[in-house]
């Protein structure tokens, strides 16, 4: 899974990585973080949600707040198998469309844009 995880958030439009800790990769869209995937095994993978979302999913096992990011509605998953695959992938689209309206108006636009065929 962790190879689908990281080509879905890199095909979201407007998405920067950026590599920290020499075993995390970072999702930006704008200045923006919506998600982190280790990429070391357990491939855990941090990501923003909205707070109704936030309760729900550390109430499952495996999933926690994220460390130094909790108060901002941020999950881990400890691995990358805690979720069914096309559950994750809904979650983290719904990280980057949080993230995305959290963006500037022109910046929100310059992504939509670039989501248009050419």
Not at 1 to 14: E, G, I, K, Q, Y
Not at 43 to 66: D, E, N, R
Not at 85 to 104: D, F
Request: hydrophobic residues 40%; glycine residues 2%.
């Amino acid at each position: 899974m962790f190879d689908h995880t990281l080509n879905f958030c890199r095909s979201l439009p407007a998405v920067n990585t950026d590599q920290k800790w020499d075993d995390e990769l970072r999702f930006y869209v704008g200045e923006k973080l919506f998600c982190m995937l280790a990429l070391n095994p357990p491939h855990k993978i941090s990501f923003k949600c909205v707070q109704a979302q936030f309760h729900q999913l550390i109430s499952t096992p495996g999933i926690v707040p994220a460390p130094h990011l909790a108060r901002y509605h941020w999950v881990q998953l400890k691995q990358d198998d805690i979720l069914p695959e096309n559950e994750l992938m809904q979650l983290l689209q719904k990280a980057y469309e949080i993230t995305v309206s959290s963006l500037p108006p022109v910046e929100q636009e310059k992504i939509q844009n670039s989501k248009m065929p050419v």
